[in-house]
């Protein structure tokens, strides 16, 4: 595992959370795909940003922290070989390939490649 890529928030009035974040918080936007329900905000320096997820498009939204990993693939077939069971299988995404997991607390964890 390399580092944290993104930290997901939904966001029941996305309207109301975007400018929560822009206004109130201050943080530049990293991102704008409102048109499908997400937004970006970087955080200082740091490469991870939180999204927002508006849940009027993604009604299943829940906080979710994504890792960066070499390969999602692999990942995904070393954990299910160790008996994880996943949301779904590894998904493709514009920046590579995702997959997630619930922790036996159920928080949900995801984890990310850049392989196109």
């Known amino acids: 595992m390399k580092h944290f890529d993104n930290f997901f928030y939904p ?5 109301a959370s975007k400018r929560f974040y822009a206004d109130v918080l201050g943080l530049p936007v990293k ?3 409102s048109q499908f329900g997400m ?16 849940k009027t498009k993604f009604a299943a939204a829940q906080p979710c922290v994504w890792i960066e990993v070499e ?6 077939d070393e954990l ?11 998904f493709q ?5 995702s997959v997630e997991l619930k922790d036996p607390s159920g ?4 984890f990310t490649d850049y392989n196109q």
């Open 93 to 97: 995404i514009k920046t590579g390939w």
């Open 11 to 15: 966001a029941n009035d996305f309207e």
């Open 31 to 33: 991102f704008d795909f």
């Open 39 to 54: 937004i970006a905000f970087k955080v200082g320096d740091d490469e991870p940003a939180i999204i927002l997820k508006d």
């Open 80 to 90: 299910k070989s160790k008996g994880v069971n996943f949301l779904s299988e590894p």
């Open 107 to 110: 928080n949900i964890l995801g």
């Open 71 to 76: 390969n999602v693939k692999t990942l995904y």
